[in-house]
């Protein structure tokens, strides 16, 4: 499933990246160390405020061990 990193807003393939951070339970995907690193010390840094136009949408998402998860995914649902 692709999702957009929150910090760069470049699109994160969860199959292909361990690189992710649970936060007030939503999963977060990044692209790259430095993204989660700058997403870990200041989370609400770069999330919208609820209400706000937001480009991103939550979905439940099944883990790979049958857990689901809320995930942001790409405006439009997962691809």
Known sequence: MKIIDPVCGMEVDTEKTD??????????????????????????RFLKPEGSDNSQNMEDVKDDEGNY???????GGMS
Not at 36 to 44: A, N
Not at 69 to 75: A, L, S, Y
């Open 19 to 44: 690189l992710r951070f649970s936060y007030k339970g939503v999963e977060y995907y990044f692209c790259n160390p430095h993204c989660l690193e700058k997403f870990r010390d200041e989370p609400e």
């Open 69 to 75: 998860r809320k995930v942001r995914v790409k405006n």
